[in-house]
């Protein structure tokens, strides 16, 4: 037996000692008491090999599967959901409660194959996914089990190597080109010349893909830490401007002196930016010395991971916002008297850009709304305070106005001064900005009356008490109320009422 085999064996023999190896012997059981001929295949194969987790299975099978699946639901104790009527796709979700206190769930996809498993290997993505395992085998002890790869996979897997089955791979299904640079990053291997050669030249077939393939895709691939050359890569295939055209007329696009890079590579290290000081990868142009300047603790780790949608976090989507940052300079850019490049309004219009951008793709509003707020205010953090820390009445405008996204904003604005100065960051006026952003936080967390304050007058109030009419006049007075609590000026009802009364005198 060859070195090369016996690492095969010992790859499918960890399969047995996997959380996973239960639920595969009772799918097996129940296949073979219907007589159905069934295979593993896909990214559960792949992984074993690899000894990676994963609670996705992919299961073919010599029949219907959408008539096959809800038995297996039903069987298993676990939820039926119809994802393909076209393709004959179903999915089971299972919970094993007995695996930890809030379980662990599995998704096993059926789908149908003809013929022979060869076949339906030979229509599947890359060589490392188009291996299979006849499930029926399980029941014999691993002693027997085959891996079926008539493409080479296992060689691949050792390789690193990303390898697409075929020529007609990406004609076939094109969201497998955005695909092969997701595998590749989050498993580290490089991606075959002449794969890499298809990517270049089917990438404008990604614009024909359904948005929701696209944004699921996107997604993981911002998720990946540590991947600085990752968007630059996609632009180089060309995938880039495929999924966002919008960012291809910011090539080229000149800024002022203080800008070490034109608008398209400033928007994409922004992004390394952020991933930066979120701890998650390398900034070249700076020293740690930089980094320990930015706040960092378990509560800003838990905020950047809390999930938004399904599929998106904090932190996904302000790498998002930071590539989008920018969409609208090429558009609002201008010449002053004194010969200096503006770019007025180009966050109010981004925003607006952005948002159209992220519709077309089929985020979902809350996303949305999160990344086009913190487009909108990007440029706000900066303009908190003048040589000196932000005032309370500040603290609280900025964050009424910026609601959910206000921690998001701070550190996208860190990220784009680093991404703007480039190699030239100034440390004095980095710490300056760094100290603000801290300033910020520290009131945000500590004083919640900076951000909420207490309720102290209401419409009713109003009405009753200084014979107001219903109206904007009530919400302008109540607004006026509320800033001056977070500045500390009124800390009492009385002094509200006070408060109120002399505004209303003034403007009487």
Not at 121 to 127: E, G, N, P, S, V
Not at 312 to 336: C, E, F, N
């Amino acid at each position: 037996m060859s070195l090369a085999e016996a690492d095969l064996k010992d790859s499918l023999r960890s399969l047995t000692e996997s959380k996973v190896w239960w639920l595969l012997t009772r799918v097996s059981n129940f296949f073979a008491e219907q007589d159905i001929k069934s295979y593993i295949v896909g990214g559960l194969v792949r992984d074993v090999l690899l000894g990676r987790d994963t609670a996705d299975i992919d299961i073919a099978v010599a029949s219907d599967a959408l008539e096959v699946a809800p038995k297996v639901a039903d069987t298993l104790g676990g939820k039926y959901i119809l994802l393909d009527r076209l393709n004959r796709i179903g999915r089971v979700v299972l919970v094993d409660k007995g695996a930890s206190s809030t379980g662990v769930q599995w998704e096993l996809d059926f789908s149908t194959f003809k013929d022979n498993i060869e076949q339906d290997l030979a229509r599947r993505d890359f060589t490392i996914d188009a291996m299979a395992i006849d499930l029926s085998q399980f029941g014999k002890g691993f002693s027997d089990v085959q891996l079926i790869d008539p493409f080479n996979g296992w060689d691949d897997l050792r390789r690193g190597v990303l390898r697409a089955v075929a020529e007609t791979a990406f004609e076939a299904d094109a969201a497998r080109l955005l695909r092969a640079v997701r595998l590749a990053t989050q498993l580290g291997f490089s991606i075959d010349k002449k794969t890499e050669a298809l990517v270049r030249r089917y990438s404008y077939l990604i614009a024909s893909v359904a948005g929701e393939r696209v944004r699921e895709e996107l997604l993981q691939l911002l998720a990946t830490p540590r991947a600085e050359r990752l968007l630059f890569y996609l632009d180089e295939l060309g995938l880039l401007t495929a999924v966002f055209p919008e960012l291809a007329e910011t090539k080229g696009v000149e800024q002022p002196k203080e800008h070490y890079w034109d608008v398209f590579d400033h928007s994409l290290k922004t992004v390394i930016a952020v991933d930066f000081l979120l701890r998650q990868g390398a900034w070249e142009y700076a020293s740690e010395e930089a980094l320990a300047a930015v706040p960092w603790s378990a509560v800003l780790v838990q905020h950047f991971d809390q999930e938004v949608s399904s599929g998106s976090t904090r932190r996904s989507l302000l790498k998002l916002a930071a590539l989008l940052h920018d969409i609208a300079k090429p558009q609002s850019k201008a010449i002053d008297a004194g010969g200096r490049v503006r770019f007025l309004g180009h966050d109010k219009e981004g925003a607006t850009i952005a948002a159209n951008m992220l519709g077309r793709l089929r985020f979902s509003a809350k996303e949305i709304q999160l990344v086009e707020t913190e487009i909108r205010h990007h440029l706000r953090p900066p303009q908190m305070s003048q040589d000196e820390l932000p005032s309370r009445r500040a603290i609280y405008r900025y964050f009424r106005d910026t609601g959910a996204a206000g921690i998001d904003i701070l550190f996208l604005s860190l990220a784009d001064h680093l991404a703007t100065r480039g190699t030239q960051l100034n440390m004095s006026h980095w710490q300056e900005h760094a100290q603000v952003v801290e300033y910020v936080l520290s009131q945000r967390f500590q004083e919640e009356s900076i951000i909420r304050p207490p309720k102290l007058v209401n419409g009713h109030d109003l009405i009753n008490l200084f014979a107001m009419s219903p109206g904007p006049e009530i919400g302008e007075i109540l607004e006026a109320v509320r800033e001056v609590q977070a500045s500390g000026e009124v800390t009492t009802r009385q002094e509200a009422l006070s408060f109120v009364e002399r505004l209303r005198n003034k403007y009487a």
